[in-house]
């Protein structure tokens, strides 16, 4: 990975300042009770990921968008129109996890790296063949670009499955979550086509992961932390 620190950095400052012009008008105060809710369930993910020691901030956007992406640094981003797919704590820590995976395995320094790498080779590849760069920019999409993203789309999936497993939240719903996101997804998906894998491969592959997520929630103290969840919830202080 030839990205450094200060360039990562520099990226993301860059890239919170374009988040923040497009959706600045329409994030949510801090004391709203969905940033409220967001940062509950976060909090025990990154516990479990043991990243605490990095400067943590989510966003929730007002939005019909069903989506929410992470900066890296840190800087998490919900869409409230995800919210009443999420469900449920366990969905949202579904979507939370991912993103926080993504933190986790630097995947945004990992792609930038990955696009130098194509860049060059797309390059030599039109110098030879397609002084147009008609064939450099096919190439990159669908030969290289998009199967990468896909990749690392598919690894945060399985990251996040285990963590939210190790901060005692369901694992299993994560399939119901990616569920009810297939019933709002009109049409066939052309996997290929996509950054993202589709909603029904990311569920089969849940699936095949279940058993270690399953091995390690077991494994977790998680009746204490979820009785303890259940009173606060109870309380009166919960998001619903």
Same mark, same amino acid.
């Given at each position: 990975?030839?990205?450094?620190? /200060?360039?990562?950095?520099?990226?993301? /400052?860059?890239?919170?300042?374009?988040?923040?012009?497009?959706?600045?008008?329409?994030?949510?105060?801090?004391?709203?009770?969905?940033?409220?809710?967001?940062?509950?369930?976060?909090?025990?993910?990154?516990?479990?990921?043991?990243?605490?020691?990095?400067?943590?901030?989510?966003?929730?956007?007002?939005?019909?968008?069903?989506?929410?992406?992470?900066?890296?640094?840190?800087?998490?981003?919900?869409?409230?129109?995800?919210?009443?797919?999420?469900?449920?704590?366990?969905?949202?820590?579904?979507?939370?996890?991912?993103?926080?995976?993504?933190?986790?395995?630097?995947?945004?320094?990992?792609?930038?790296?990955?696009? /130098?790498?194509?860049?060059?080779?797309?390059?030599?590849?039109?110098?030879?063949?397609?002084?147009?760069?008609?064939?450099?920019?096919?190439?990159?999409?669908?030969?290289?670009?998009?199967?990468?993203?896909?990749?690392?789309?598919?690894?945060?999936?399985?990251?996040?499955?285990?963590?939210?497993?190790?901060?005692?939240?369901?694992?299993?719903?994560?399939?119901?979550?990616?569920?009810?996101?297939?019933?709002?997804?009109?049409?066939?998906?052309?996997?290929?086509?996509?950054?993202?894998?589709?909603?029904?491969?990311?569920?089969?592959?849940?699936?095949?992961?279940?058993?270690?997520?399953?091995?390690?929630?077991?494994?977790?103290?998680?009746?204490?932390?979820?009785?303890?969840?259940?009173?606060?919830? /109870?309380?009166?202080?919960?998001?619903?």
């Amino acid at each position: 990975m030839d990205v450094s620190q /200060k360039q990562e950095e520099m990226m993301a /400052k860059e890239a919170y300042k374009q988040v923040m012009r497009q959706f600045g008008n329409n994030m949510l105060p801090p004391n709203h009770p969905y940033v409220h809710y967001v940062k509950r369930v976060a909090s025990r993910i990154i516990k479990a990921a043991g990243m605490e020691n990095l400067e943590w901030e989510f966003h929730v956007i007002d939005s019909d968008e069903k989506n929410a992406f992470v900066l890296p640094g840190g800087k998490v981003f919900v869409f409230t129109g995800i919210l009443p797919i999420a469900k449920n704590e366990d969905g949202l820590a579904t979507v939370l996890g991912h993103e926080i995976a993504h933190q986790l395995a630097r995947h945004s320094a990992e792609k930038l790296s990955f696009t /130098k790498v194509a860049l060059f080779i797309g390059v030599i590849v039109s110098l030879i063949f397609d002084p147009s760069w008609t064939m450099q920019r096919v190439m990159m999409d669908l030969g290289m670009m998009l199967p990468f993203s896909r990749k690392c789309e598919s690894e945060a999936d399985q990251i996040g499955l285990m963590l939210i497993a190790q901060a005692c939240f369901d694992p299993r719903e994560s399939v119901n979550m990616w569920a009810r996101m297939a019933s709002t997804e009109r049409g066939p998906s052309l996997a290929f086509l996509n950054t993202h894998p589709a909603s029904k491969d990311r569920m089969r592959k849940l699936e095949q992961w279940m058993p270690e997520a399953l091995e390690t929630f077991n494994k977790s103290d998680c009746r204490t932390t979820n009785a303890w969840a259940d009173m606060f919830n /109870k309380s009166g202080l919960a998001y619903w």
